[in-house]
């Protein structure tokens, strides 16, 4: 048996999540990025813990309505005297199960199918890619209207309605990254050995093709929670009074004007948390992709 | 004074690093090299030699960052490259000296035809308008045997060797007094390969082009060149011409190399790889690098980095063991 | 006479593209006998992947058949192919695309045992991938590496252990050595070497390396255009070349000595053509230097000039 | 090449009668319908029911699907509950609004986001890039009202450069654009610089160095005519995308167009009007798709020769 | 600017309920001292005045046909565009004649004549006649908007060129009241039959229709040749600018002259700011709350009583309305016929939770409340109110489709709507009448039906009053509705402008209306 000796070893052998997480240790935006998502995550998940839903969060003041932002209200008070800083603050649980379940819907059903499209090809894709066109071509608005009347209002109808209207771009772009993977040898070389279609598309393409579908998702976590807002404007959103960024955001739009302060903050919530998701999807993607390092 | 005039290359003392954020490449250690109107250098090595980068460094191409290049000298038909400007070096390029590269498939601009490639280096070197720059672009393939008509065609158009014939054409356009072609015919089939070695022996010998020919092919080596460099882990290990390489070899990997080579003759010879791999540039051993692979390697090896030293002529290798007067190896022992 | 493992007959594979039919396998047909290398080199694009892939089914043949131990492949359902491969299988070219870059070397290594239910028991499938490692000349201490952290050399090691791991008869080496420098491809096709001495094992060895196969093969088939052309034993090949395309391309080979004399250079004119609906005409008539009436009038038949020596030419009389 | 479009214009047609089923379906199933909007306050029940006779809204849904679509056969898109008028003419009525719009949007998201793009590739891993990106998200993570609003506020109210809404004179389009285009921005500068990093990898560019051409020529010209598909390609969709209206947007702008058409008929549950509103924008869709794969081909010559080579092969059929 | 109230109503007492709260709804009732200064009559001598007027429209115009749709935004237009055959002075709260000349019934309102006037102008030319008249109210059939009118009606035939005779299928005293409505426009024969799209548009008003893009503007130009006489300006365009805030920059800008219903947040502004006038006049829209009465929970009047005791219609007012609304004392319009306050409901939390324990014995009470986006704060503050009683209230939020349909259907179990009255008593019938749209309540009272029966055929006014206090008696106690409050209006107006003939309905007619010019 001819025996190489093995020297130098490139690099020593890490655990596959070990890896990961070295690469994204590196990654300085995206340290900082999920540092915020922490965080927020955190304020989602404890929010009930600081503060009282009842008294502080939908508690209403009128005595102190419309305060500009202070020592005593942070954020100040929106036109029922509630406190804009305790609501942005609660409202994170509303605006990120929105974000993420909506998103995820959207990435399970979307990325199923695109699979699928982009492997198998032929007469299925083509069914899969029409039918993709005919759900982008009704208005989001026109989706969700129909599917919160319908199934009533509901945080849980809100996710959908926002999750299923990112169904097609997902399906587009998983096809797409599918049919580069596709042509690759090792998709061969798992025929080869054996397996079956499925478990070649789950285990092998799918995972090469995460870093567009990440990003996608990143970036569409931002535009679920707006378009949550936009529903909100013809009463679609999450039924009030919870502070759901996107409610507070279509709330305070009569008082953009004079008070703007009630639209600043929920917006800069947004913004901050997308910024932060896509430091974080970045990231991830980077170290997700052994190609990518050095 | 007179030898120095005939000088179209001269590099002192060549280094290049990649600095990166967590490792430091490298990639090019202390490399010299010289020369001489007409002649073919052959630059030969395995895979992360250094061999593409040295070939960069002349005409100050390679990325920066990470790239870092230090030199003692270096000049092209005696001008000073190094100290040169941005906008300097763009007229060298293409114009003193001129780059051919490895992958044909991928070399060439797909969205432009072959003869707006061609006739833009001709537009801005030798300041041609667009009419005549591009009759000189015609001209040019015909010289590499493709029709003159098929200038306006795009590189998807043609198959790979008359991509490599167009590469061929653009690095001649301006008629250069150093051609490098890394690799020119690496992609190639063996029956293309011969006809562009033929073109450019033929092309070679019409304009009087100086040449580095760098591959990993000793077989067109022997076919094409004046002179040879053997290149390991960034360093040259051993330089001569044809013959003294060939049949005198002197240092231990470049036998190894001849031994890895399936002997068409003599199928029945059995295979003498070279033990291992090539060192990780990022780490590279404190004594000889090619120690470690080494069958003649001695303590010394390891611990000190040998110099390339002359063994009379233009013979020179860089190999400790040659410290031990009794030394040779075995190949020598064979050749005499 | 030994048993042929393989036999492949008339076998042809068509694409379908947007110029056209694409002939890239076009009535090809050979055998092999159990434990011999029959090398299979041509330039590139002249099917000789495809011949491959074909014939373990990864592409389904437009026609013809392929006969493994004495069993038809191409007409097997796809779940019982799917056992027929444990018997078969493929190393690729490109130690870079053939493996997964999201999986460490034991993942790829041990897929193909998990998948097949060779081993069920973690420790034993454990036990097993560091073995075939150790047959490859893996060290241990890379199973948990990727493969973008690994040269080329031990990217193909990985590949051929994944090969090794079903424990087949028979492999088709698709250019398993192109990618490799000299010093790992002599490693590799030593290694390639000892596994076919010690298993028994039968190969088909695709290359354009005319000295590669030299040195490995038994028989050499040379193909032109989707066709077979020539096929010899390898020494007579190399000794009595007849196709005019097979005496350029060993003419062709540089050889990397001084001072000797060299063959005279046999130079083709122009290039491999497009194999989209080729003329009915000898394939290499274009290229040819001895084209003459014939050879555009019709395609020239595989004939047994002597004991094992097929040519399709129809001068091939004249080059004996 | 006309086959090919004939092609797509022909796959057009299962789409259309998919999306109409769906909306016209969707709408039926949506709460409330045209006719508590008709009625006058005051109405009776009797009066409800004159006016869903008289819409034909007393008949069942696939009943009415089958007579709007034995319509569309004749060109007839049907007439709106709401307004009485002609739904196709009602619809291009609006339609230039939104295509005005939807250009300039187009056009402001280029011109902010291809030299960004640009810019952060050629920096990648600087600190320049990672800002240049953070630019580009922000327009994504602001809603458009708001954006919208703010940009009234300062220009049109504070320093009177621009009408606060509107579509009267040329410079009424300003304020839309932009806060339609930064919303485009960010998708749109990371494509680009994701297409230039993959472009300022490959070896013709080293070539090009090598020729002696200066670096500025290099990444404008030859990188970025090799990275203008992804980048074609997602100018495409969001144009796709404006042109199917921008309801918040054109709220806030007061913009006559095509959006606040659909929402408007939405809430009105005016079913001819949706669908045939709906219909019109798949096919202008599927058109600018359409385009924009003929453009691939004016941009990459790799990509005609497909579509000649297919010319070629019918001539041989 | 400060405040002009076009308010009072002879029926109504003169004290309306308790003032609100906040600083802008002062002195509602009769002409203040600015109203010289602000909306006068008529310009100025010498006053140069502007020839194009742009008003800022909320909502869009779906139609130029008076038949097609009733509601405030197209009622401006057709009060500028047509004539209606009687007229209701605001001013002096009494019918003035328009078209008709006189008019008369004999058998106790069943039937009427209608005498038309003389050389009455059509924009097309055409001169009225009996058989305009006629062809106008046969034209209702099936319509949208007049279908409910034609109903009422039982036969219309022309007695001479100029003279009507009406007959109705039930005696109906307030009909003349009807024939102020802009449903009740006159069109001309000839342009409609001749063009059935653009005749309709064809009135005798000062102004005719230029030009019209559906869900964008509205073009009119002065018809110099109208019985009215000429207008004071060339065109008047009304434009769709949805959002609030932008329509009033707008009017800051100068793009628009007139800024319809700018949002009470910020009226501020407009006050601030020297170059523009604010118009403000007691509104004559209710919102309320409607139990659904014939479901359950809200089928139990004590839920109804809990919650009507429950909530702080003040603080409502100071929080929804800004403070600029009235709270509303019975579920009438205050400048309707009959008005009389019941003292609306107050806040008292023992009552209310006494009413809520008999309504739920079991605890747990709990009540949905369906409302559009427009009133989800008023919803808030309910839920927030009711809270305290221990009443869970669940905010059901809908577009505006849902929501109409949603409550005609009777899914609802509650909801917050909106409405405005017209000034006859018989008006009331729309809210009471089961199988009505805007009956939210779907209130089936046979007694309250009798008395609205009684007192429209009824000639005695002190006794139809009498009705009217029952039925409004009847309302109050058995709460199928809670009225909250009636918001002011509001029009912000470049400074000087006038001629804007203000009601509370908010039906405005601009037809004189004058802008100043820069
Ligand atoms: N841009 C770069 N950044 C970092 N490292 C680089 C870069 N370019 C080259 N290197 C490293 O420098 C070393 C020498 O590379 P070079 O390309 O010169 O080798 P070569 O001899 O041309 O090899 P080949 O035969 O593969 O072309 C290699 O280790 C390579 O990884
Ligand atoms: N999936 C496919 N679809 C269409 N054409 C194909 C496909 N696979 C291969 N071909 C074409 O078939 C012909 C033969 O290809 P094949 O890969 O077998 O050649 P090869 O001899 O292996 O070449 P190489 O030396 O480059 O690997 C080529 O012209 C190729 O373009
Ligand atoms: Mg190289
Ligand atoms: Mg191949």
């Not at chain 1, 059903?109 to 071509?137: K, N």
């Not at chain 1, 279509?250 to 600043?264: E, H, V």
């Not at chain 5, 002062?26 to 194009?52: H, Q, T």
Request: proline share 5%; aromatic share 8%; with cysteine.
């Amino acid at each position: 048996m001819a025996k190489t000796v093995e020297a130098n070893v490139p690099r020593k052998a890490r655990s596959q999540m070990g890896e990961v997480w070295h690469q994204f240790r590196r990654n300085k935006g995206a340290m900082v990025g999920s540092a915020i998502v922490l965080i927020i995550v955190f304020v989602a998940l404890f929010a009930d813990v600081f503060l009282d839903y009842d008294t502080q969060v939908v508690g209403q003041n009128v005595a102190e309505r419309l305060q500009w932002p202070s020592a005593r209200h942070w954020f100040g008070t929106d036109e029922l005297g509630r406190d804009i800083f305790f609501r942005v603050l609660y409202g994170t649980r509303f605006s990120c199960s929105v974000g993420l379940v909506a998103v995820t819907i959207g990435l399970v059903i979307g990325v199923t199918l695109g699979a699928i499209a982009g492997f198998y090809g032929g007469t299925l894709e083509e069914v899969i890619m029409r039918s993709t066109d005919i759900l982008g071509a009704v208005p989001n608005m026109l989706m969700a209207i129909v599917i919160v009347s319908v199934l009533g209002q509901s945080i849980w109808n809100l996710m959908l309605a926002v999750g299923i209207t990112s169904v097609p771009q997902f399906v587009r772009i998983t096809r797409a990254a599918v049919l580069t993977v596709r042509n690759q040898e090792y998709v061969e070389a798992s025929k080869a050995i054996g397996l079956s279609n499925r478990r070649i598309i789950f285990k092998h393409i799918l995972p090469n093709c995460l870093s567009p579908i990440i990003v996608q998702a990143t970036l569409r976590v931002a535009s679920a929670i707006i378009s949550a807002s936009s529903l909100s404007f013809l009463g679609l959103g999450v039924p009030a009074p919870s502070p759901e960024w996107g409610a507070l955001l279509s709330g305070g739009r009569k008082y953009i004007r004079d008070y703007s302060y009630m639209t600043l903050f929920p917006g800069l919530a947004i913004m901050i948390t997308v910024l932060a998701l896509n430091m974080m999807g970045d990231g991830l993607r980077d170290s997700l992709d052994p190609k990518l390092k050095k | 004074m007179e030898e120095q005039k005939d000088m179209v290359l001269e590099v002192e003392n060549l280094n290049v690093k990649f600095v990166m954020e967590e490792e430091t490449v490298e990639a090019v250690n202390n490399i010299s090299l010289h020369i001489k109107k007409g002649e073919t250098l052959g630059l030969v090595g395995e895979t992360g030699a250094g061999k593409t980068t040295t070939a960069l460094s002349i005409m100050r191409l390679v990325d920066s960052p990470p790239g870092v290049l230090e030199c003692d000298k270096l000049e092209v038909c005696g001008q000073d490259v190094m100290g040169m400007s941005i906008t300097e070096l763009e007229h060298i390029r293409g114009g003193l000296v001129s780059m051919i590269f490895q992958d044909p498939m991928t070399s060439l601009n797909p969205v432009f035809t072959v003869g707006q490639q061609i006739a833009e280096s001709l537009e801005r070197h030798e300041h041609l308008n667009k009419n005549d720059a591009w009759k000189k672009a015609e001209d040019m393939l015909e010289l590499v045997g493709i029709p003159r008509e098929r200038a306006i065609e795009y590189p998807h158009q043609f198959s790979g060797g008359m991509k490599q014939r167009v590469i061929i054409a653009i690095a001649l356009a301006c008629s250069p007094q150093l051609l490098i072609a890394d690799e020119p015919t690496t992609a190639l089939d063996v029956t293309i390969q011969a006809q562009i070695l033929q073109l450019m022996r033929e092309l070679k010998q019409k304009k009087d082009t100086s040449m580095i020919m760098i591959t990993h092919d000793l077989g067109i080596v022997a076919e094409t060149c004046d002179r040879v460099a053997v290149m390991y882990a960034g360093k040259i290990i051993e330089e001569g011409n044809l013959e003294e390489v060939f049949n005198h070899t002197l240092h231990p990997y470049t036998e190894g190399l001849f031994n890895s080579l399936p002997n068409i003759k003599n199928r029945r010879s059995k295979l003498e790889p070279i033990r291992g791999l090539m060192p990780d540039p990022t780490n590279l051993p404190r004594g000889c690098a090619f120690a470690p692979r080494c069958n003649y390697a001695t303590d010394a090896c390891r611990e000190r980095r040998p110099e390339l030293v002359s063994f009379g002529g233009t013979h020179k290798a860089a190999c400790l063991a040659y410290e031990n007067p009794d030394f040779h190896i075995e190949r020598g022992k064979k050749n005499g | 006479m030994a048993e042929n493992i393989l036999e492949v007959k008339h076998l042809k594979k068509y694409f379908k593209t947007a110029r056209g039919t694409l002939h890239a396998v076009d009535d090809v047909s050979f055998t092999i006998e159990k434990g011999k290398t029959l090398g299979i080199v041509g330039e590139s694009g002249c099917g000789k992947s495809t011949t491959g892939r074909a014939i373990l089914r990864l592409l389904e043949p437009t026609d013809g058949q392929v006969i493994f131990n004495g069993q038809d492949i191409t007409a097997l359902s796809s779940s019982k192919m799917r056992q027929m491969r444990r018997d078969m299988q493929i190393i690729f070219q490109d130690p870079f695309s053939s493996l997964d870059p999201k999986k460490t070397v034991s993942q790829t290594i041990a897929e193909p045992i998990i998948e097949n239910k060779i081993l069920k028991d973690k420790k034993a499938i454990d036990a097993r991938v560091r073995e075939l490692m150790a047959t490859v000349g893996l060290a241990e201490r890379l199973v948990n590496a990727y493969p973008h952290e690994l040269d080329g050399g031990r990217r193909q090691r990985i590949g051929i252990a994944r090969a090794l791991a079903m424990e087949p008869k028979f492999i088709v080496c698709d250019e398993p050595v192109s990618a490799l420098d000299v010093s790992i491809q002599a490693q590799i096709l030593n290694l390639l070497q000892e596994l076919k001495e010690q298993m028994g094992l039968t190969f088909i060895f695709i290359t354009h390396d005319l000295s590669v196969v030299n040195h490995f093969a038994d028989e050499i088939a040379v193909m032109y255009l989707g066709q077979l052309i020539e096929k010899a034993p390898t020494e007579e090949l190399f000794d009595h070349p007849v196709h005019p395309y097979t005496r350029a391309l060993l003419s062709a080979i540089p050889i990397p000595e001084v001072g000797i004399e060299r063959p005279e250079r046999i130079l083709l004119r122009g290039e491999i053509s497009s194999p989209i609906d080729p003329p009915d005409e000898c394939r290499f008539a274009k290229r040819c230097n001895y084209v003459c009436d014939q050879c555009h009038k019709s395609c020239p038949q595989l004939v047994e000039i002597s004991e094992g020596h097929f040519v399709s030419c129809h001068l091939w009389e004249n080059f004996k | 090449m006309h086959r090919y479009i004939i092609k797509r214009l022909l796959l057009m047609i299962p789409v259309i009668i998919g999306v109409s089923f769906l909306v016209f379906f969707i709408m039926d199933l949506a709460p409330g319908d045209a006719v508590d909007i008709l009625a006058p306050e005051g109405a009776t029940a009797e009066d409800l029911e004159a006016i869903r006779h008289d819409l034909g809204l007393d008949q069942p849904v696939i009943v009415r699907y089958v007579k709007y679509m034995g319509g569309m056969l004749h060109g007839d898109m049907g007439v709106s509950y709401v307004s009485k008028t002609d739904v196709f003419d009602t619809y291009m009525e609006k339609l230039p609004a939104t295509i005005k719009l939807s250009f300039a949007s187009i056009l402001v998201s280029i011109l902010l986001s291809v030299p960004l793009g640009i810019y952060s590739a050629t920096r990648q891993g600087t600190v320049q890039d990672n800002i240049s990106m953070i630019v580009a998200m922000i327009g994504l993570s602001m809603p458009n009202f708001w954006l919208g609003l703010l940009l009234i506020i300062v220009f049109s109210l504070n320093l009177g450069w621009f009408p606060s809404g509107g579509d009267q004179t040329l410079s009424s389009i300003v304020l839309p654009a932009i806060t339609i285009g930064t919303g485009l921005m960010a998708t749109l500068t990371r494509t680009t610089r994701s297409s230039m990093l993959d472009v300022l990898k490959q070896e013709y560019l080293r070539t090009a160095r090598a020729k002696g051409i200066p670096e500025k020529i290099v990444i404008t010209s030859h990188a970025l005519r090799n990275a203008l598909i992804p980048i074609i390609t997602i100018i495409g969709t969001q144009l796709a995308g404006v042109l199917g209206g921008s309801v918040l947007t054109e709220t806030v702008f007061a913009w006559p167009g095509v959006g606040r058409l659909i929402v408007d008929s939405l809430n009105m549950r005016d079913t001819p009007l949706v669908t045939g509103s709906i219909i019109m924008t798949t096919i202008l869709l599927s058109i600018i798709l359409l385009l924009v794969d003929l453009l691939y081909a004016v941009v990459d010559p790799r990509i005609k020769a497909q579509y000649v080579a297919k010319r070629g092969k019918k001539k041989h059929g | 600017g400060s405040l002009t109230g076009c308010g009072g109503n002879k029926n109504a007492p003169a004290e309306t309920g308790s003032a609100s709260l906040g600083t802008a709804a002062e002195g509602n009732s009769g002409g203040a001292a600015g109203s010289s200064e602000i909306n006068a009559a008529k310009p100025a001598e010498g006053m140069a005045l502007k020839e194009d007027i742009v008003i800022g429209m909320q909502s869009k115009h779906t139609t130029v046909d008076a038949m097609d749709a009733s509601n405030t935004q197209h009622n401006y237009m057709y009060r500028m565009v047509y004539d209606t055959p009687v007229h209701f002075n605001n001013t002096t709260k009494e019918l003035e004649p328009s078209l008709a000349e006189e008019w008369s019934t004999e058998d106790g309102g069943k039937t009427y004549i209608f005498k038309l006037r003389d050389g009455v102008k059509f924009h097309n030319g055409e001169i009225l006649k009996a058989s305009d008249f006629v062809f106008t109210f046969n034209r209702m059939e099936g319509t949208t908007s007049c279908n409910g009118v034609f109903l009422k009606v039982e036969s219309v035939e022309a007695v001479d060129d100029l003279t009507v005779k009406m007959t109705l299928v039930d005696p109906n005293l307030d009909w003349p009241y009807m024939m102020t409505l802009p449903t009740a426009s006159i069109m001309n024969e000839k342009a409609v039959t001749d063009d059935p799209e653009k005749g309709p548009a064809v009135g005798t008003g000062p102004w005719m229709v230029d030009s019209y893009e559906f869900g964008n503007y509205t073009k009119l130009v002065a018809f110099e040749d109208s019985w009215r006489g000429a207008p004071n300006a060339k065109s008047f365009t009304f434009r769709y600018i949805p959002e609030d805030s932008a329509r009033l920059i707008a009017l800051q800008n100068g793009e628009i002259d007139i800024c319809q219903t700018p949002a009470a947040i910020e009226l501020g502004r407009i006050e601030e700011d020297p170059a523009l006038d604010l118009i403000s006049y007691k509104g004559g829209s209710l919102t309320y709350m409607a139990f659904n009465t014939q479901k359950d929970p809200a089928k139990d009047e004590n839920l109804r009583k809990a919650v009507a005791h429950a909530i702080d219609i003040d603080s409502i007012i100071a929080v929804a309305a800004e403070g600029r609304g009235e709270k509303a004392t019975s579920f009438w319009g205050w400048d309707e016929f009959g008005f009389y306050d019941c003292g609306g409901y107050t806040r008292d939390l023992d009552k209310a939770k006494e009413y809520l324990a008999k309504a739920f014995p079991n605890g747990n009470a709990a009540l949905d409340i369906s409302v559009g986006a427009d009133r989800k704060t008023i919803a808030e503050m309910i839920q927030s109110q009711c809270k305290e009683i221990g009443l869970t209230i669940n905010i059901v939020e809908l577009d505006s489709a849902g929501i109409s349909t949603t409550t005609t259907n009777g899914e609802h179990q509650s909801c917050l709507y909106g409405m405005g009255f017209n000034i006859f008593g018989d008006d009331a019938r729309r809210i009471l009448q089961p199988g009505s749209a805007v009956n939210k309540a779907h209130y089936d009272s046979p007694e309250v039906m009798e008395l609205l029966d009684k007192a429209v055929a009824e000639e005695d006014e002190a006794k139809r009053l009498d009705y009217y206090k029952q039925i409004q008696e009847n309302v109050y106690e058995h709460v199928p509705y809670i009225p909250i409050y009636y918001a002011d209006g509001f029009i912000g107006v470049k400074k000087g402008t006038g001629g804007i003939d203000i009601y509370p309905t908010s039906h405005h007619d601009f037809s004189n209306i004058f802008v100043p010019a820069e």
